[in-house]
C-alpha cells in the first residue's frame, strides 16, 4: 500500500494532462489495450463498504458520462472523480476511460474520489472485436462468456444509443458462433443435448434460428437410433413427443408430394434444415407420421389378424391413412373368414353381418355353412337333446321353421315326452293326434306356421323362443327379470313404446338350455 500511495502522490504532483500525454508517447494510450480496472458495476456492489473504504485506493474502468474543469463523473456511478489539475479535453460518446482514484470524504460528508490519473481505453465494441479474434475454435464456452459479457454491459447501462445497440448485436453473433460451434462439436447428439441447445438457443434470443430444426433433429436421430430395437409403445411415446414439440405435427395432411417425401428421405435433417419456414409444419407432419406409423404397424400380425386393431389405431392417430386402414380391416375380415370354423358362435354371426354389410352376402352364407357343417355334426351326435339344440340354429341362423319342426319331431320319436319339445311344436301349430304330431289346420308343407307370421307381423304369441321374440320386436327388451328354481329359470322381458304401454313376456327354460320359450304374454298399460 505505501508503494502504491508514494506512486499516486508522486502523480497527483504531475499536472493531470501531462500524465495523459506521457500515456500516449509510450503508446498506452490505444484502442487495444485492455480496460484492466474493476468495472462500475462491480464497484457498485461494494456501495454499503464505501464509508469504511475512505483512503483506498481504485482503479475503475467505464463510460465517460462528462469530462469538463477538474471534474469527471461515470455513466452509473453516482460518485464524482475530482482532479488538482484541470482535465484535458474528452470527446466522444460513451467514451472508455479507466481512472484511478482514492475514495474520500468531503468536510460535507460527501463522498468522492481524488481522481489520481486517467486513461482512455478502448470501446466495448472494440474490446468484444478483439476478444473474439482470439476465441477458441473448439470451445464454444469463452464465446457464450463474451456474449454474456457484452450482454451485460448492454442491460447494465440501459444507454439505447448506438454504442449498445451494436453491442448487441455483436452479442447475437456471438452467440449463434457459440449455438453453433456446441452443435458441431457434439460428438453424441442425443435428444436432451439436442433439446437442451434448442432451450439454450430460445435464451440467447436465437429460438427462431436454431430451436425448431435442433428439435427437429432431435427427434429423427431419436427415431432412427431406436427404431430397430424400439417397442410400438416406445416409437408411439416419441411420436407423441413430436406432436407436443413440433408446430402443427399433429394436423393431418391429406397427400404430401412425392418427389418431396423421396428428397426428404435422402436426408431429413439437411432437407428441414435448407426448407423455407413456410414449409415446416408440413415436415412436421410427415417426420410424426413416419414415426406413428412404424410404431402402429410394428404390432401388426404378419397373417392380419389384428387387423381391426390396427386399423382403428390408424384412424385415431393418423386419420389421412384411411386407405391403409380399410386394408387392414380387409386383412383382418379375410384370416376369421379362413379361421371360421375356429371362432365362437356370436363372432361368426358378426363375421356374417360385416360380410352382408359390405356387399358380400354370398360369402357371409358361405362362412355360415362353413361354421355350421361340423356343429350340426357334434350336435347331432348328442341325439335327442342336440337335435332340439340343432333345431335352435336352424331358427335363428337360418330362420328355417321346416327344418327346426322336422328335427323337433325327430327329437320326439327318438325320446318322445319332452315337454319342452311339446311346446315348441305346439307353437309352430302342432298337435298331438293319436301319439302323432300334426298341424292343427292340416295346411300343406311349407306354408307359414303361426310362428313365422307372428314374426311377420310383429307380434309375440305362445311357444316362440327368445330368439323368435327379437326378431318379432325387432330390438332388444327394455328390461329383463330372471327367477332361478331348482328346475327351470324363468324370465320376464319388458318392451314399452313411446306412450309407456307395452309387452311383459314370461318365458322359461329349463336349466340346461340357453333358449327359453314364451309361456305366457302380458298388455302392458300405459304409464
Not at 500516449?24 to 469504511?52: H, I, Y
Not at 330372471?482 to 324363468?490: A, C, G, H, K, N
Amino acid at each position: 500500500m505505501n508503494s502504491v500511495r508514494h506512486q499516486s502522490s508522486m502523480v497527483r504532483h504531475r499536472p493531470l494532462w501531462i500524465v495523459l500525454l506521457a500515456f500516449l508517447s509510450l503508446g498506452l494510450f490505444s484502442q487495444t489495450c485492455t480496460a484492466a480496472g474493476q468495472s462500475v458495476e462491480d464497484f457498485l456492489k461494494t456501495k454499503p463498504r464505501w464509508p469504511a473504504l475512505i483512503g483506498t485506493t481504485f482503479r475503475i474502468e467505464g463510460r465517460l458520462a462528462t469530462g469538463a474543469g477538474t471534474v469527471l463523473k461515470l455513466h452509473k456511478l453516482p460518485l464524482l472523480f475530482v482532479s488538482e489539475e484541470e482535465l484535458p479535453e474528452l470527446r466522444g460518446s460513451d467514451l472508455g476511460v479507466e481512472v484511478v482514484g482514492q475514495l474520500r470524504k468531503r468536510e460535507t460528508g460527501v463522498l468522492e474520489f481524488e481522481l489520481i490519473t486517467l486513461r482512455i481505453t478502448e470501446s466495448d465494441i472494440q474490446r468484444v472485436n478483439r476478444l473474439r479474434v482470439d476465441l477458441p475454435r473448439d470451445d464454444p464456452e469463452p464465446w457464450y462468456e463474451l456474449g454474456d459479457w457484452a450482454t451485460n454491459r448492454v442491460r447494465f447501462y440501459e444507454s439505447g444509443r448506438e454504442l449498445d445497440r451494436q453491442l448487441t448485436n455483436e452479442a447475437t453473433s456471438i452467440y449463434r458462433m457459440a449455438i453453433r460451434k456446441e452443435r458441431t462439436m457434439m460428438r453424441e447428439p442425443t435428444y436432451n443435448r439436442l433439446r437442451d441447445l434448442a432451450s439454450k438457443s430460445e435464451k440467447y434470443g436465437l429460438g427462431g434460428e436454431f430451436k425448431l430444426p435442433l428439435l427437429y433433429e432431435a427427434h429423427y436421430r431419436t427415431w432412427h437410433d431406436t427404431s430397430a430395437t424400439a417397442s410400438p409403445d416406445e416409437l408411439a411415446t416419441i411420436a407423441l413427443r413430436i406432436a407436443a414439440e413440433l408446430p402443427d405435427a399433429d394436423k393431418p395432411v391429406e397427400e404430401f408430394d412425392a418427389e418431396m417425401v423421396d428428397e426428404w428421405r435422402d436426408g431429413p435433417v439437411p432437407y428441414y434444415t435448407n426448407s423455407p419456414e413456410l414449409m415446416r409444419p408440413q415436415l412436421h407432419r410427415l417426420l410424426y407420421q413416419q414415426v406413428m406409423l412404424e410404431s402402429i404397424e410394428k404390432d401388426a400380425e404378419i397373417d392380419g389378424r389384428n387387423g381391426d386393431e390396427i386399423a382403428a389405431k390408424l384412424n385415431k392417430h393418423l386419420p389421412e391413412f384411411n386407405q391403409r386402414a380399410e386394408s387392414y380391416r380387409q386383412k383382418a375380415l379375410d384370416w376369421r373368414v379362413d379361421h371360421a370354423t375356429d371362432l365362437p358362435r356370436e363372432d361368426v354371426i358378426a363375421l356374417k353381418q360385416q360380410l352382408v354389410d359390405s356387399g358380400q352376402e354370398a360369402r357371409g352364407d358361405q362362412v355360415i355353412r362353413r361354421w355350421f357343417t361340423p356343429v350340426e355334426a357334434k350336435l347331432r351326435r348328442k341325439g335327442a337333446g342336440g337335435l332340439i339344440e340343432l333345431a335352435f340354429e336352424y331358427e335363428d341362423l337360418f330362420d328355417d321353421g321346416d327344418t327346426a319342426v322336422a328335427l323337433l319331431l325327430e327329437s320326439d320319436r327318438i325320446k318322445p315326452g319332452s315337454s319342452y319339445v311339446a311346446e315348441r311344436l305346439e307353437g309352430y301349430g302342432y298337435i298331438r293326434v293319436e301319439g302323432r304330431w300334426r298341424r292343427k289346420d292340416e295346411t300343406q308343407a311349407g306354408d307359414a306356421s303361426p310362428i313365422q307370421i307372428a314374426i311377420r307381423t310383429g307380434r309375440v304369441i305362445r311357444g316362440m323362443t327368445s330368439a323368435h321374440v327379437r326378431k318379432a320386436m325387432s330390438r332388444q327388451p327394455d328390461s329383463i327379470t330372471r327367477v332361478l328354481t331348482s328346475r327351470e329359470v324363468i324370465e320376464y322381458w319388458v318392451f314399452r313404446t313411446e306412450s309407456g304401454s307395452g309387452l311383459s313376456i314370461r318365458m322359461s327354460r329349463p336349466l340346461n338350455r340357453h333358449e327359453g320359450i314364451v309361456r305366457k304374454v302380458f298388455e302392458l298399460p300405459a304409464r
